[in-house]
Structures are given as structure tokens and as C-alpha cells.
């Protein structure tokens, strides 16, 4: 594990983001829905131009901020004057954190410190998206499945070579392991080779141009045999993790320099090489063995998105890790051709594989997707490991904004829903609230049934809970603070009840539900005895009337809680059972309601209701003697 993450990302008039933009991601794992046009891939490309600016010159760099420049990646809104930038901050284990800006004012590679630490993050790192595994297949029947210009901007960047170039000037080039640099470097540096002055044609008898033909037969080599490596781990993949019966075939076509055009004459030109990706069928059974080329015409989609991530994974395995620097897994919506099953196997697949070696930033704007990812997250027990974060978009003073949700509350998702007119997915947030605080408040006895036909389906729907809940608070004595809640119910809550949500009435309803489940929300609940403690003798109800004591042993049949709402308690009314008596005289019941023994208790020495001491304060522990309820 690298010992440095990412903390936090600001970001200022650069795409979406008009004004300052914030994210403390913590040091965590991150995972984060965002709806369309709310900024989602604006921030997922605010990571990655700046972990590309070391690659750049600081004029390259600085035209994305910078205004009249037909390539800026400006927020329109913003006026010339308005500064643009992004700053990511990194924080190691021992707490030292590095601040490293990116903007139109600043270029972090001049300092060779931010140059060296950015250079070993980008290199550990990886930005994974639907775009680029759809991309690479995305050829039609009659064209070549060839994707180097693919590979030059996506990957060979971060594909290190068994070998260094030697530059052939000196000029300042450091050597390099890293197959995007050594292109990079002979895409400029032929231009710079010895000429004839007659006719201005390449000189081939200097040293130079000797050993830029070496360098190219060697960078080809070189490939050849980062690709070999490249493709066995793909075709593992594809055969013991994602199951899949394809495998894929990289076909490398050398890079050539100087080609004769003629007996006496050449072109001139470096010619780039050619990676085309075909693929074969792998089942005993299958009689045509013959490659395919062209699989998006052969395969289905989920075949050929399971062969693009199997590709784009066997990449990331050749990332070299630094202790040095952050090592951080981007991935942008990667997985939405894929049906449910599928991407839960594929989710499984990057847990056990990715989360730990790297910082994980996960990017979606599929709502079942993300509820998917998280479901992952509890099962593994992880949530303290990762931040969960939603971006909406609303509208500050007329101009677009993004709303930042940090670890969303369904009341902060269901307000969020209702401002920005989902109407729909409100109800249905609200009705996962209301299921979960029924689920909070209700003992467990009550959100449970008895069902003979079918053993399993034991938990209590909606309607059941609801009515259950007003049974309960009415047995506490509390006051109902949601008293529309089953009408809400039939009206809102119910799935089958949303053909005409869009009606301003129903706007009304929602606004009304939501105030009532905050409400309810706020009631604490505390158990004082839980299903672990029941059926045990170890409790007693002692009332006493001057000289005159009287006690009861008793053992709770069901648990026991207090409610509190706006400062005042209330006390559920479990059944208990008697076991013995201090005077031996007879008791109502064996079994009967807490309350019910308590009046019992208090009658038998003399005292009413109104003259006897609280409940709470009469309810002791058999062993020790201190009272149960602090």
C-alpha cells in the first residue's frame, strides 16, 4: 500500500465548477453518484488533467486555464479576470501533507520536488472509463480493429519498457523506462537528425541516424514484448475471473522510419506502428480455431466489455508501486453494459484485487449501480474505509451549480430529490426512510410475523411495521408525531402509487411526509433490555410505603426500551414474567405487561397512581441491588 493519499481536491472556474469546488476525500476510498450535469466527469477530468500536467510544457499545461484559448477548459460563466485552477492535496501515513497546485498562475513542474513526486503518482496511478474500453472496439466490419492512437494517449503512458532509451543530443533528455516517453522522443527527434545539403535528405552514414534506427528496432522489440506479457494476463483474466470463453490476440505492426519510396528515394517520415486487437474463441468444442478480427461483430456486449476490462486491468498490473508517492485507481462509470449479475462478479473482482494496493475513486452516475458498489462496501465490513458523496445539480443566484452531499441521509437525498423535481425517486427515498425507522424504533418482536405457509418471509411489510409502530407509541404513552404516516403510506409510499406524482399535490404530500419522518427521525430510541437479557430472574420491582416493602422477581419476556422526544421519556410496555413474590401473596399472572405488574406492585403496599414513585425508579438489578435504569 502507498503510504500517500489523496486528501482532498479543490477546483475553480475549470469546466462545470464555476466557483470554489471542494472535496475532502480524506485519505479514504471514494465512491461517488452523480447525477447528469451535475459535475461528475468534470471532476473525474479536474484528476486527470492535473496528474497529466507533468507530462506537459508549461505552456501546454496552462492553455486549459487560460482565457481566449481555443482549448480551454474554462467555466463559461467565469469572466477573464476570474483565476482557474485545481489543487490536490496529499497526506502520508505520519500526517505530512503536500499541496500541489495546477492552475493558470501555476505550473507545479517547476518545482522538481512536486515534478518527481506527480511523475512516480502518475506512473502508480490509472484512470479507467466506459470511454475507453468502448473505444477499444468500437470498428466497424470493414475497418481495421486498430487502436495505437488509442494506446498512445491511454496507456503508454503508463507502460514501462524492460529497457531506457539513450537520447542521442545532449540536450537535457533524462533516459527513460516509460514506452509514452520513448515515443514522445523519437516522434521529435528524427526532425533532428544530420541532412544532406544537396538535397536535404536524411544523412544514413552518421553515427546519429545509426542509432536512431537502433533506437526504433529496439522500441519495437520492446513493445513486442510488453504486449506478449500484456495479453497472457488478459486472457488469464478472461478465463479465471470473468469466465469468459474469448480471448484476445494483439497483433503489433513494427514503427518504421525513413521508407523507400523508390530505388533512389525515401519518404523521410517515422511512421507509427500498428496494435491490432483480434480475438479467438477458447471452448474445446469450437471447430473454427481461425482468428477474428473483428469482435465487436462477433461478440456481445458484455463479452466485449469483460475483454476490454480484462485488457485494461492486465495493464494496471504493469504499474510499478512507490512508497514515494500516491498510487490511486480512478474509475469512471466503467461497467454500465453489463447486466446486474455481472457487474456484481466484476465489483468482486476489484475488491479483491485493487482496494488496498490502490486509493480507490469510483465515479457513477447509475443510481443501482452505486447502491450495488456500497452493498459491497457493508458486506466486507469496509464503510470506515471509504467516503460516500452524491453531486446534484441546482442553481445559486441563476448560474449552475453542483450540491456536495458527504455520506447522504435519506431526509438530505429525499430534500435533494424534491428540489430538483424527482418526485418519484423522493417517494421511493422516503419509504426506504420510513422502513428504516421503523426498523430503528420498533422492538424486534414486533417486526417479525409468524408465517406457516412460508417459514422464511418472517419480516413484517411496511403496513405491518406502520401498524405495529402506532400500537407501540400508544403502549408507551407517547404521542404520535407522525399520525399521517399510514395514510402517506397508501398515497406516496406505495410503488404502484406514482402514475400521477408530478402533480403539484403531491408535492405538498412530500413536503408534508418529510417534515413527519424528520420528526420521527429525531426520536432517540435506548434499550435497556435487550433479546440477549430476556427470561433471566435477575430483576426485581421493590416498592416501598414507609416501613412497608414489597418486591417482585421477575425476567423480561420482551425487550424493554425508552423512547425520548423534545426532552421527554417514554417507557414500552414489555411483557415480564413473575417468578416470586417478598410476601408470597398472590400475583395476577405469571406472565403479564410490565406496567400492569408494576400497579400491581405499588397497590400492594397501600399506594395509587397517583401516589406512587416512577416506574423506572422502582426497577432494580436482583444481584447488586442498583437500580436498572440510570
Known amino acids: 500500500m502507498a503510504n500517500w493519499k489523496i486528501k482532498s481536491i479543490d477546483v475553480e472556474n475549470f469546466k462545470f465548477f464555476r466557483t470554489h469546488f471542494s472535496l475532502n476525500i480524506d485519505c479514504k476510498n471514494l465512491l461517488l453518484y452523480g447525477e447528469n450535469g451535475a459535475g461528475k466527469s468534470s471532476l473525474y477530468w479536474s484528476f486527470y488533467t492535473h496528474f497529466q500536467a507533468y507530462t506537459k510544457t508549461q505552456d501546454q499545461a496552462k492553455k486549459y486555464f487560460l482565457h481566449g484559448h481555443n482549448e480551454n477548459l474554462r467555466n463559461r460563466y467565469a469572466s477573464a479576470e476570474d483565476n482557474s485552477g485545481i489543487s490536490i492535496t496529499f497526506e502520508n501515513e505520519s500526517g505530512s501533507a503536500l499541496v500541489i497546485n495546477d492552475s493558470l498562475y501555476n505550473y507545479y513542474c517547476n518545482d522538481p520536488l512536486m515534478r518527481d513526486f506527480m511523475r512516480l503518482t502518475m506512473m502508480s496511478s490509472d ?33 514501462d519498457l524492460d529497457a531506457e532509451f539513450i537520447p542521442i543530443f545532449d540536450e537535457g533528455i533524462a533516459p527513460s523506462l516509460n514506452s509514452g516517453a520513448w515515443w514522445a522522443y523519437l516522434k521529435t527527434t528524427y526532425l533532428k537528425l544530420p541532412r544532406n545539403k544537396k538535397n536535404h535528405n536524411f544523412n544514413q552514414q552518421t553515427v546519429e541516424y545509426k542509432q536512431f534506427i537502433k533506437l526504433v528496432k529496439q522500441f519495437n522489440e520492446l513493445m513486442k514484448d510488453a504486449l506478449v506479457i500484456i495479453e497472457g494476463v488478459a486472457n488469464s483474466m478472461l478465463e479465471n475471473a470473468f469466465n469468459v470463453d474469448a480471448r484476445i490476440k494483439l497483433d503489433y505492426r513494427d514503427a518504421t522510419f525513413n521508407c ?3 530505388k533512389r528515394s525515401r519518404d523521410g517520415q517515422l511512421h507509427a506502428p500498428s496494435i491490432l486487437i483480434h480475438a479467438k474463441m477458447d471452448d474445446q ?34 504499474r510499478p508501486g512507490s512508497s514515494q508517492s500516491a498510487s490511486v485507481l480512478f474509475i469512471d462509470d466503467l461497467l454500465i453494459s453489463l447486466d446486474m449479475s455481472f457487474r456484481k462478479h466484476v465489483i468482486r473482482i476489484l475488491f479483491d484485487n485493487y482496494v488496498g494496493r490502490y486509493q480507490i475513486i469510483l465515479f457513477t452516475h447509475d443510481r443501482a449501480f452505486f447502491h450495488l458498489v456500497w452493498s459491497e462496501i457493508e458486506q466486507r465490513k469496509a464503510t470506515k474505509e471509504w467516503r460516500k458523496c452524491e453531486l446534484y445539480a441546482t442553481y445559486a443566484n441563476d448560474y449552475p451549480e453542483s450540491h456536495l452531499i458527504i455520506s447522504p441521509t435519506y431526509i438530505e437525498q429525499a430534500k435533494i430529490y424534491l428540489k430538483t423535481f424527482h418526485l418519484a425517486a423522493c417517494a421511493n427515498t422516503l419509504r426506504r426512510l420510513c422502513e428504516q425507522q421503523m426498523k430503528r424504533i420498533l422492538p424486534m418482536n414486533l417486526q417479525l410475523q409468524i408465517n406457516e405457509r412460508e417459514p422464511e418471509k418472517v419480516a413484517v411489510d411496511l403496513n405491518g411495521l406502520i401498524t405495529n409502530y402506532k400500537r407501540f407509541i400508544e403502549q408507551c404513552q407517547m404521542i404520535d408525531v407522525a399520525p399521517s404516516l399510514q395514510n402517506d403510506r397508501r398515497l406516496i409510499l406505495n410503488p404502484f402509487s406514482h402514475d400521477d406524482i408530478e402533480t403539484p399535490f403531491y408535492r405538498q404530500e412530500l413536503e408534508n411526509l418529510i417534515m413527519e419522518l ?47 422526544y423534545e426532552g421527554k421519556t417514554y417507557f414500552s410496555n414489555p411483557k415480564v414474567k ?36 416512577p416506574m423506572e425508579n422502582c426497577i432494580y438489578h436482583n444481584a447488586t441491588g442498583d437500580i436498572l435504569i440510570n
Not at 473483428?294 to 492486465?314: G, V
Not at 426485581?540 to 425487550?559: A, P
Not at 417468578?579 to 395509587?608: H, M, Q
Request: with cysteine; aromatic share 12%.
Open 127 to 159: 484512470f479507467m472509463n466506459y470511454k475507453f474500453l468502448s473505444s477499444l472496439f468500437d470498428f466497424c466490419n470493414s475497418e481495421d480493429n486498430e487502436v495505437f492512437n488509442l494506446f498512445e494517449k491511454e496507456v503508454l503512458p503508463f507502460i
Open 578 to 613: 413473575v417468578y416470586s413474590s417478598s410476601d408470597n401473596k398472590r400475583i395476577p399472572n405469571k406472565e403479564c405487561s410490565l406496567k400492569t405488574l408494576f400497579g400491581w406492585v405499588y397497590n400492594a403496599v397501600s399506594l395509587k397512581k397517583e401516589t406512587a414513585p
Open 285 to 318: 468444442n469450437i471447430q473454427d480455431k481461425s482468428i477474428i478480427t473483428h469482435p465487436k461483430s462477433f461478440f456481445n456486449e458484455a463479452k466485449i466489455t469483460c475483454m476490454a476490462l480484462a485488457l485494461r486491468l492486465s495493464i494496471l498490473e504493469r
Open 260 to 262: 523507400p519510396k523508390s
Open 518 to 564: 424528520e420528526r420521527l427521525s429525531s426520536i432517540e430510541k435506548i434499550t435497556i433490555i435487550g433479546n440477549q437479557q430476556i427470561r433471566q430472574p435477575d430483576y426485581q420491582i421493590k416498592v416501598s410505603n414507609g416501613d412497608y416493602v414489597h418486591y417482585t422477581t421477575i425476567g423480561f419476556v420482551e425487550s424493554f426500551i425508552k423512547l425520548v
